[in-house]
């Protein structure tokens, strides 16, 4: 018992050194966490883009011989015996893995990251590029999180430590997976660790930059969703445009949310009909996507490939709302199943669909010319993104950062503030945060070990002293930064905005104790 309580106040204090070291081994740990993360997603993106090149191509043979659609059936039957089988032994790798990360930065979970990296690099391949409606990023963030963890744990380093180097691997597998680093560091502030903390900024962005260089290294300079050059700008009296456009994108996402948080009950009621236990769910996924990949091909996969082709192709609004509402319904079954993919792109792509159907009603209105057309595949791709994640920071720079283009930061701007708007009064949650109340369960065991964090002073907390804080009993605030200098804390210590402020507490408080502070 002695030799836990000194190994636990040994930590605490290696936390404490970290907090006030040099900035040089957060960037070069920052450094070895961007080389692994940016190959291991890096090769991950290569895998899919050639696989599911494959399976476009098996579907176009097949309207020549059936043959060729027999040995897609047996392509995904393996992959539905192999999710069965790694799932019963890692639960941790279904789905998107955004919120399991999530819960691992809040002390919720502690993931086994070489079961969940290996597992859900090889399962994620294969689903991802199999031609469900499944994004990459997702899996990315995660792959890159256990990379980041895997770092640590070869470093020997503590639990703080940890925390920081698994949110830079997390922003490293995005910048990875979109060529986007500046907002790999934004979803990593917005949607996982939700807020600033000089813990992590530092490794998190050399991170980022590092895994960022490692796939243009691989995959060339050009954005992953090149638009054209030289978009038109539109007038300032054609922005109420913007504003309906946001409106509308606010509505969809919150339908969005409310579809993607319950459609585990229609798999339930298709599992009764069908006699199908949840570990086999995807053989509804699959039998549902063949028909799509028959006649319409194009469809499948995330959706970069239908984002790209929006531009150069002049659909009807009416072809766009059908491309819509098949890409939703069966993105959405195929998240369902349980497969290891995400909504991130998918979301993208659903927006784009939406931009674009309100640009084509626009432009057979005569309120903007065809060269002007792009700009609302690009707007409805941050808006509705914005909207769903309630990051919208993220969303406008990773657009941004995706299509190569920095002009277009006022519209983008209006678009997602007003979808973002809308979802807040509809009262909808971040959806990586609602997914992640879903899937724990209802307590949290105390494993009682105790860590080191650090949180800003908010206007919530601002002007109080220390003793007017409701805080949980065994929370101890260590220390607080004011004007750049530490000063220990006691019961009269006033805080100020801008000050910074340390705490030890049990990991499994951590969220607790941010969402009562931030």
Known sequence: MTKEVSSREDDIKREFNFATHSIISQVLRGVLVGIFAGLVVGIFRFLIEKIFHL??????????????????????????????RWV???????????????????????????SVLWKKFVLGILAISSGLMLGREGPSIQLGAM?????????????????ALIASGAAAGLAAAFNAPIAGLLFVVEEVYRHFSRFFWVS????????????????????????????????????????????LLGLSGYIYEKVILNIQQVY???????????????????ALI????YFLP???????????????????????????????????????????????????ALGSLLGGAMGAVCLQLGLISQEQFPIFIILGMSGYFGAISKAPLTAMILVTEMVGDIRNLMPLGLVTLTA????????????????????????????????????????????????????????????????????????????????????????TEIGKIKEELL
């Open 55 to 84: 399976v476009q191509d098996v579907y176009h043979r097949s309207q020549q011989s059936l043959l060729w659609l027999l040995a897609l059936v047996f392509f995904y039957a393996f992959i539905v015996f192999l999710n069965a």
């Open 88 to 114: 019963k032994s890692e639960k941790n790798i279904k789905g998107s893995g955004i919120p399991q990360v999530e819960a691992e930065l809040k002390g919720l979970m502690s993931l086994s990251w070489w």
């Open 147 to 163: 990379s980041g963890k895997g770092v640590s744990k070869f470093l020997n380093l503590s639990a703080a430590e940890e925390r």
């Open 204 to 247: 998190t962005l050399a991170a980022s930059l590092v895994a960022n260089f490692v796939s243009l290294s691989m995959f060339g300079l050009t954005p992953v969703l090149d638009m054209p050059d030289n978009i038109p700008v539109m007038k300032l009296e054609q922005y109420w445009i913007y504003l309906v456009m946001g409106l």
């Open 268 to 286: 339930q009621f298709l599992g009764r009909l069908f006699r199908i236990s949840e570990a086999y769910y995807p053989i509804l996924a699959f």
């Open 290 to 293: 063949i028909p799509i990949g």
């Open 298 to 348: 194009h469809l499948l996969g995330g959706g970069n490939q239908l984002i790209l082709s929006l531009t150069a192709s002049h659909y009807t609004v009416g072809t766009l709302l059908l491309f819509f509402v098949l890409r939703f319904i069966w993105s959405m079954l195929s998240y369902g199943s349980g497969l290891p993919g995400g909504i991130f792109l998918p979301i993208l």
């Open 420 to 507: 973002y708007i809308i979802m807040d009064l509809l009262k909808g949650a971040p959806v990586y945060e609602a997914m992640l109340e879903k899937m724990l369960p209802d307590s949290i065991e105390d494993q009682g070990d105790t860590t080191l964090i650090e949180i800003p002073v908010s206007e919530k907390i601002a002007g109080r002293q220390v003793h007017e804080l409701n805080l949980p009993d065994g929370v101890l605030i260590t220390m607080n930064v004011h004007k750049g200098k530490t000063q220990t804390v006691n019961g009269s210590t006033r805080l100020y905005l801008g000050d910074t402020i340390y705490l030890v507490l049990k990991k």
